[in-house]
Each structure stands twice: as C-alpha cells, then as structure tokens.
C-alpha cells in the first residue's frame, strides 16, 4: 500500500502536470533532498566527500546532458569529453581574464562556449546519422583535445601544460581552489546540479522534449508534423553540450583541482555515455542511479574484500571494474534499453498496485 | 452510427475556414507534374484539382503512383516538371514543414508514428506548429508555457474523444494494434488542423468493423470540420460511399477523373483494375 494512488484524483488538466502526479513520488524525492542536503553532510567525511558524492553529482549531470541529445533526440555523440574539456577551459580562461567575476556567473558563460561549439559539431547530424555521426563527433573529439595541448594561450602558457585551479571566493567563501573545503564544495555542486535538473525535466516534458523524442523515433514523420528538424536538432546540441559544459567545468573546479588534455580525451566520453546507457536512455533519474553505480563500483571492489580481509591490489580492482561495467554495459543493451530507470519504473508501478495485484 | 461527441466548432475555429478559399472553390491544383526516379516514372503528366470542402479519392493499381503523388503535394518530392498551386500560390521545390505550416497534414500507408511516445504525446506532437513559448519559457514551465500546454492539451482531448481513443492515451504507441495506430495517426494529423488532409490508405489491413469506424470519422471530419480530404483507397466500395470525385491512376498516368458512378463505369478503369496488358 506504499504507493496508493486510489483517491487521488485529477479534477483539472493542470493537476495532471503536476510534477508528481503521485503523492509518494513527491515524499520520495523529499526524502532524497533530505538525505542530500541534510543528512550526507552531516555525517559525510572527507573520503566520501570527494571520493563519492561530489563525483557521482557531477557525472550525473554529464550524463543528464549527454541524454538529451542521445536519449531525447537521438543523436549519438562521443565527444562528450571534449565538450566537458570546451567548457573547462573556457571557465579558466574567464576566471582567470575577469577575476572579480561572480563564479556562477563565469561557469554560465563557460556553458555558452560549449553549447556553441557543441551546435558547431553537431552541424554533420543534419546530413548524417547514426554511427556516421557518432564518428564525425570522434572527429570532434580528437580535434578539440589537440587544441587544449596545442593552444598554450587556453592554459596560460603554463609550462606543465596543466591548468590549476586558483582559489575563487563567492560571498566571503571558498567554493574552489585549493583552500575549499569539501562540504562547500559538495553543497555547491548540489545546488548546481538540482537547479539544472529541474530546467531539464521543465523542457523535456513540454513541447521542445516532445519535438526531439520526435525526432529520435521518426525524423521524416517529425518533418511532416511541421517540425524543423534542423532546428530541433541543432537546438539538442546546443543545450546538451551546454549542460556538458558545466559539467567539464564542475568537473575540473570543485573535484579535480587541476587538468591537462589528455583527461577530457575518450575515455571520460565513453564513461559518461556508458553512465548514461546502464542508467536509462531518455530518462533523467537514469543518469543519477547510473552516476552512482559507475563512481561507487570501484570505491566497493576495493573496500568490501579488504573488509572481509582479502588483500586486493589496486590495478585489480581497475580490471574487475572494466569487466564488470564491460557486463553491464552488454546485459543493458541486450536486455533492458532504458536502463536502471527502466526497472524502477517497474517497481513503482508494481508498488502502485501490491499488494493486491488485480 | 453511434453518437459521438462533435469535432466541429467544438475545436475552436478550424484553420479550414480562414485559407481564404470558399467552399467549392479549387483549394489544390496540380499541374502537368512529372515525376522519375532515375528511370522509374512514377508520375507522368498528371493534372487534377481538389476543392475545397470535398472528398476527394486517388485510386489506382499498386506502384501506379499515387503516394508519389500525395509526396509532391506535401514537399516531400519536387518534380521534375509541373507545378502545385495550393491556397492560389504557386510552388516549386519546398520543404514538408513549410507543406504543413500552409495547411497540408498526412497519414501514411506504412504508419509514421513516434513509437516511443505514448498516445497523448504523438497527437501533442501534432499541436507543435501551433505551439510558440520559446525554450527560456519552456525550462521555468510555470506560467506562460504551462498555460499553452494546457490549451493544446484541451484541442488534444477533444480529438481524443471523437476518435473515442481515450483507453489507450498513456500507451506508447508501438504496444498498439494497427488499427489503433491507424487512428492515432488520424488524430495526430487532425491535431494540426490541416485545410487539406492527405490520407494514404487510412483503411489497409483494417477488418471491417475498424473500416466502418474510420470511414466514419472520415465523413465527420469533412462535415463538421469543413476539411477538405485527398485519399488514397484499394477498396472500391469504401471509395464509392465516400467520396464526391475520384482521380484513377494507372502505370503514372491519369486514366479517369470525375463522379464516383461515371469511374466506376469508365472502360479504361475497368480494363486498369483487371489488369488488361497495356
Ligand atoms: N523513393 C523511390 N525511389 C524509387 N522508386 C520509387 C520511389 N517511390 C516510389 N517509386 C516507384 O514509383 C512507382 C509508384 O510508386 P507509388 O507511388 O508508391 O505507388 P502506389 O502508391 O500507387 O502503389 C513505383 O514503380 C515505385 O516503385
Ligand atoms: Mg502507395
């Protein structure tokens, strides 16, 4: 009876575009927001800090931005690491350039740059598509990571070819640089990442979601509904990357501390797209239970058998985590499309109805 | 019949009323078009109007070409000769939205529908030309853009209550029976408020109860509606019951044109649909 729904009824279309339509949905999500904003902090250390949280929330949205493109308007791309890696840089360069700048203010136009360059990339998708494009994003992507190396002026001229994070204050506080403390830095990046998934859900389920998932299921029938598949297409590109690229620069700023080229290279597209599978495509819940299993998974392969007393090497826990995610990705593929979001989506609809099932 | 809840007026001020063109006037005209795939002719030479406010059918053989022709009218082809004066404008070369955004919707033979999407969503989608909050309204969804969708979403249900549909509104579509994909395609068209409605097979692979249905809506949606119809139909009893002029395609080209009684009687249609050697 977790979850009944009887006597609750809709008198008025508005009612029924109530983000929670079920009253549980709405205590579930109070009850993360609480465990989020009240309980983590409180009882989290250091460790879980920057080894858990912050990254789990920032992938999450890397993951959130790569969805809208992939899993709303079915684009596929594999530069999501350099479009990380444009909005990084672009946030150095400004903080940098403009040091009295508000930081929030900074990161937002770190976005614009790679939303730009993203809608610049995403240029082929409107005469290719599928695989093709995914390679013409690669090309993005080796482009891109060739400039942060080569470009000295994107990293100061720095002679390690690194860019360090220098210490930025909002409002009297630290929120990056080497002085910040983890706790601010994880309520920053919360408050962050909850501002742009409630803007995210707001598009998804209104008219522009609509015109992309049409055009993901079928670009010549969105064609003839009146839609212009340039447009939705290049807007997709615009607001994921966008997306991205706040990520990239959460990413480098109030995690990593420092980066060269070389992070923001395949392999961190590949991870956030495999996030963004194992959680669910066309899902925005998906990209956090995703977040979570792929930051958590090698935090417990190297925890739980040392805590049964079992000595594990490191690179162990690195090949066991490649196998594992390596499983997950082809089970998700074959078995379940949309991902983690997919099977809580069972569950609640199984709760709806227990315990009587007819 | 059955009763069911009117289409007309109910549904705000249909677009058909407002293209300027009386009823009985010509709404489409078609030109001299030629139409080749490389060496396929698909079409050769055909010139045929539809006026506004009838029902209009475009018969033939398979491959005769008539959903290439339907392909001309919305942009989805060019021809390589002819022209298409819709609304008394004349166009050449020109994309399908622009076709929609003038008043032209479709259904397809093969339905075209977003799978993934429920049934709700699929005729929302068909609301989209109409609907304008930009995408900073879009993300705050309070205000503005919440009030649009609602609006829409009232011009939805309507639609989805003369297609007597309701059942099926939070189904993604690809779980449907064909039938039911068939009339959610109807109501996704319906849901742009097209003055011309082009319908490509509306009743294949329809049993004949569903055919019954539909030919119904057909009918209603031309009365009440006021929306002129071009279709395309195999089964020649439904074409004689529905329309009020019948163009018969054969190999390309144009072999009859008139009154549903006067086709039906035409020596070369005879010959086309029993398929004497040419
Ligand atoms: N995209 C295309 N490419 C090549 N040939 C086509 C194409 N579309 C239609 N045709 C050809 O044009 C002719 C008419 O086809 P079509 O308009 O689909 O006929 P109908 O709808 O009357 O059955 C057929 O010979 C068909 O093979
Ligand atoms: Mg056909």
Redesign the pocket.
């Known amino acids: 009876m977790l979850y009944r729904v009887a006597g609750q009824f809709k008198t008025s279309y508005e009612a029924d575009y109530a983000l929670f339509p079920v009253r549980q949905d709405a205590w579930l999500l109070a009850f993360i927001l609480l465990l989020a904003f009240v309980v983590f902090p409180m009882t989290a250390n250091e460790f879980v800090f920057r080894a858990l949280l912050i990254p789990v929330l920032i992938y999450s949205l890397a993951a959130l931005g790569l969805n809208i493109l992939t899993g709303y308007a079915g684009q596929l791309s594999l530069g999501t690491g350099a479009f990380m890696g444009v909005g990084a840089y672009a946030c150095y360069k400004l903080v940098t350039i403009f040091p009295e700048m508000n930081f929030v203010i900074a990161l937002a136009i770190s976005g614009l740059f790679s939303a730009t360059v993203g809608m610049a990339f995403g240029l082929p998708s409107l005469r290719i598509k599928g695989f093709y494009l995914a390679i013409a994003t690669l090309a993005a992507q080796f482009f891109l990571v060739w400039l942060f190396q080569k470009w000295a002026w994107l990293y100061n001229y720095n002679t390690s070819g690194a860019i360090q994070v220098p210490n930025i204050d909002m409002f009297g506080v630290t929120v990056a640089g080497p002085n910040a403390t983890a706790i601010v830095q994880y309520y920053f990046v919360l408050a962050i990442v909850c501002a742009i998934t409630f803007l995210a859900i707001n598009i998804t389920r209104g008219r522009i979601g609509r015109i992309w998932k049409s055009v993901r299921d079928m670009d010549i029938a969105a064609e003839l509904v009146g839609i212009n598949l340039m447009k939705a297409k290049l807007m997709a590109f615009f607001v994921s990357s966008y997306i991205v690229g706040i990520a990239g620069a959460l990413f480098v700023f109030l995690w990593r501390g420092a980066a060269e080229a070389a992070l923001f290279d395949i392999p961190l597209s590949f991870r956030v797209l495999f996030i963004a599978i194992i959680g669910g495509l066309g899902s925005i819940l998906g990209n956090y239970l995703g977040a979570i299993l792929i930051v958590a998974l090698p935090v417990i392969l190297s925890t739980v058998p040392r805590a049964f007393g079992l000595p594990i090497s490191p690179s162990m826990v690195e090949h066991l985590n490649i196998m594992v995610v390596g499983a997950l990705i082809i089970t998700f593929l074959i078995v379940e499309p949309h991902g983690l979001a997919r099977y809580w989506a069972i569950i609640r609809e199984k709760l709806i109805i227990w315990p009587f099932p007819h | 019949m059955n009763a069911h809840p009117a289409i007309g007026p109910a549904l705000g001020q249909p677009d058909a009323s407002d293209d300027g063109i009386a009823k009985g006037e010509v709404l489409l005209k078609v030109d001299n078009v030629s139409l080749s ?2 060496g ?1 002719k ?2 050769t030479d055909i010139s045929f109007d539809v006026r506004k406010g009838e029902i209009r059918a475009i018969i ?10 339907l ?1 001309v009218v919305n942009g989805f082809y060019t021809p390589q000769q002819g022209t298409i004066t819709f609304r008394g404008v004349e166009r050449r070369a020109m994309k399908p939205h622009h076709a929609v955004r003038q008043g032209i919707a479709r259904t397809f ?1 093969n339905v075209a529908l977003f799978k993934g999407m429920t049934t709700l969503e699929n005729i929302m989608a068909g609301r989209s030309v109409h609907m304008h909050r930009n995408v900073f309204w879009q993300m705050l969804w309070h205000g503005p853009a919440l009030k649009e969708e609602i609006e829409h979403r009232e011009k939805v249900e309507e639609i989805i209550d003369f297609l007597e549909i309701e059942h099926i509104r939070r189904t993604p579509v690809g779980k449907l029976p064909y039938g039911l994909q068939k009339r959610v395609e109807l109501g996704r068209a319906l849901a742009m408020e097209p003055s011309l409605l082009l319908l ?1 097979e509306p009743m294949a692979g329809m049993n004949l109860e569903e055919k019954e249905d539909m030919s119904r809506f057909i009918i209603d949606v031309n009365q009440q509606r006021g929306t002129t119809i071009a279709l ?1 139909e195999h089964d020649m009893g439904v074409v004689m019951d529905l329309s009020d002029r019948v163009v018969v ?1 054969d190999y ?1 080209k144009k072999i009859a044109d008139g009154p549903p009684d006067e086709v039906k009687n035409d020596q070369a249609v005879i010959d086309a649909y029993l398929g004497v050697a040419h």
């Not at chain 2, 033939?60 to 022709?69: D, E, I, Q, R």
Request: zero cysteines.
């Open positions: 795939f490389g396929v698909a079409i033939g053989p398979n491959g005769a070409g008539k959903t290439s022709m392909n033979q490509d395309i395609l390309g």
